[in-house]
């Protein structure tokens, strides 16, 4: 049986200590996650900078013929460390194929950030908001993941284009809805945590018209709400969770799941490990 220690190097973390003596002048080094890389992006046709945080299998090297499919994560920025830090767990279980891990962030303050996600995750521009021409500019932000991405990711690194897979949370969840629903084949399989799916999102709407074409819908789709989140957000999200088993999509496997006990913040962990162990399942080891 595999030592315990073993889960802590499939995660990526890794630790050195520099000077942790009392009244050492040296300084402490910082935490580096194994295997990963930080790639910064040409300014995209959006006019936006995008970094790549990419974690690597722990085998990447040693299997020079090996090929890998990929998670594409919104908020790279926020989000890389803690999917990096599940991983290993659910590798050690078989839940998982090895995969490669790929961050969309930017290469710009956190105060930044928040204001370009929504630019970048919204298909629509926020009411009222001072900055409203800035946001809601979904369909531009997935034409540079599909042309500009995506594209690099698989000239880069040995990619199994054959299958990958879109996670986000809140209006990263948004977003990962939006592209489902406007360019479905793009990826096989889709993680929302929490998505902000209201009536002013425009989901709704860009749901309905995908109904009406009576398209089927050929991937996985797991999505969450959390109990303790404000109501009418988590209310919007089971109107969409029952909307989508109404609709009976045909292809589309599907899973749902309210977070007990947790907020809009804190669902994160849960869902997103349910979510990539539900997405990537036609890939997992066999027992």
């Given at each position: 049986?595999?030592?315990?220690?073993?889960?802590?190097?499939?995660?990526?973390?890794?630790?050195?200590?520099?000077?942790?003596?009392?009244?050492?002048?040296?300084?402490?080094?910082?935490?580096?996650?194994?295997?990963?890389?930080?790639?910064?992006?040409?300014?995209?046709?959006?006019?936006?900078?995008?970094?790549?945080?990419?974690?690597?299998?722990?085998?990447?090297?040693?299997?020079?013929?090996?090929?890998?499919?990929?998670?594409?994560?919104?908020?790279?920025?926020?989000?890389?460390?803690?999917?990096?830090?599940?991983?290993?767990?659910?590798?050690?279980?078989?839940?998982?194929?090895?995969?490669?891990?790929?961050?969309?962030?930017?290469?710009?303050?956190?105060?930044?950030?928040?204001?370009?996600?929504?630019?970048?995750?919204?298909?629509?521009?926020i009411k009222?908001?001072?900055?409203?021409?800035?946001?809601?500019?979904?369909?531009?932000?997935?034409?540079?993941?599909?042309?500009?991405?995506?594209?690099?990711?698989?000239?880069?690194?040995?990619?199994?284009?054959?299958?990958?897979?879109?996670?986000?949370?809140?209006?990263?969840?948004?977003?990962?809805?939006?592209?489902?629903?406007?360019?479905?084949?793009?990826?096989?399989?889709?993680?929302?945590?929490?998505?902000?799916?209201?009536?002013?999102?425009?989901?709704?709407?860009?749901?309905?018209s995908f109904?009406?074409?009576?398209?089927?819908?050929?991937?996985?789709?797991?999505?969450?709400?959390?109990?303790?989140?404000?109501?009418?957000?988590?209310?919007?999200?089971?109107?969409?969770?029952?909307?989508?088993?109404?609709?009976?999509?045909?292809?589309?496997?599907?899973?749902?799941?309210?977070?007990?006990?947790?907020?809009?913040?804190?669902?994160?962990?849960?869902?997103?490990?349910r979510g990539?162990?539900?997405?990537?399942?036609?890939?997992?080891?066999?027992?």
């Open positions: 049986m595999k030592s315990i220690l073993g889960l802590f190097a499939l995660s990526c973390l890794v630790f050195t200590l520099r000077g942790v003596g009392q009244g050492s002048t040296e300084p402490m080094a910082h935490y580096v996650i194994a295997t990963s890389q930080l790639r910064n992006l040409p300014r995209s046709a959006n006019g936006h900078d995008y970094q790549l945080l990419v974690a690597l299998p722990s085998d990447y090297d040693s299997a020079p013929s090996k090929r890998y499919p990929v998670l594409y994560a919104c908020d790279g920025n926020w989000s890389f460390v803690l999917l990096c830090g599940m991983y290993g767990g659910l590798l050690y279980d078989k839940a998982i194929p090895e995969y490669i891990l790929v961050g969309i962030g930017y290469t710009a303050s956190d105060a930044e950030i928040g204001k370009l996600r929504l630019d970048d995750y919204l298909p629509r521009p009222n908001d001072k900055e409203e021409r800035e946001t809601g500019h979904a369909a531009e932000f997935l034409n540079v993941v599909q042309s500009e991405i995506i594209p690099y990711v698989e000239r880069e690194y040995r990619v199994d284009p054959s299958y990958r897979v879109l996670a986000g949370g809140s209006a990263g969840g948004l977003f990962t809805l939006y592209t489902m629903f406007t360019r479905p084949a793009l990826f096989q399989g889709y993680v929302a945590v929490s998505p902000g799916v209201n009536e002013r999102s425009g989901l709704p709407q860009i749901e309905a109904a009406k074409e009576k398209r089927a819908l050929p991937v996985r789709l797991f999505m969450s709400g959390a109990s303790e989140d404000e109501p009418s957000f988590l209310k919007s999200i089971q109107q969409m969770n029952t909307l989508l088993r109404e609709r009976n999509y045909q292809g589309l496997a599907y899973e749902w799941r309210v977070v007990q006990g947790q907020g809009h913040g804190g669902t994160g962990p849960e869902s997103f490990a990539i162990r539900f997405a990537f399942q036609p890939l997992a080891p066999k027992h």
